[in-house]
């Protein structure tokens, strides 16, 4: 559990992510080492996963992002799996319950492009048939920092 500091320096990092330890002690009105303690147990806790950066993966001429979802032969995940880590594109991917049995995000660099995705991936041991979905427009993006103010008891803004 992260209580109102760790809300606070997460914050401070999600605001600017290249801030130093110094700057966030002035900033947060704390002593560097209780920053670094505070960093290391929300990493080690595994509250924090990661410091970036972000991608904008239109600026890296793959400015499609759709979702596909793949239903496969009964328990097969362990031939399927390794196939999509192996796929760049592949930016994520999710074990589900209900219908399909993974469900990815992939960047693709045109419409052509993600069809040569979706057929490597038809292609694969273990794959019985996929869905896609064409993401037109991003609404939300991917976000934490209102989670982390919630759960931290922090206003949200």
């Known amino acids: 559990m ?3 500091l760790d809300g606070r320096l997460i914050t401070a990092l999600s605001e600017n992510p290249r801030i130093g330890v110094q700057e966030l002690s002035k900033r947060l009105g704390i002593t560097r080492a209780t920053v ?3 960093l290391e147990k929300l990493e080690t806790s595994g509250v924090i996963t990661g410091f970036g950066p972000d991608i904008g993966f239109g600026a890296v001429d793959h400015g499609v992002t759709a979702f596909i979802t793949i239903e496969l032969q009964q328990g097969r995940f362990h031939d399927v799996v390794p196939v999509l880590a192996a796929m760049p594109q592949v930016i994520e991917a999710h074990a589900l319950a209900g219908e399909g049995d993974i469900i990815c995000r992939v960047a693709a ?3 052509d492009h993600l069809m ?3 057929q490597a991936i038809l292609s694969t041991d273990g794959v019985r048939r996929s869905r896609t979905a064409i993401s037109l427009e991003q609404f939300i993006a991917h976000r934490t920092l209102p989670l ?3 759960v931290a008891g922090l206003p949200s803004e």
Do not use: A, F, L, P
């Open 148 to 150: 982390v103010r919630s």
């Open 2 to 4: 992260i209580d109102e």
């Open 116 to 118: 040569e995705i979706v």
């Open 109 to 111: 660099r045109s419409n």
């Open 36 to 38: 670094y303690s505070r």
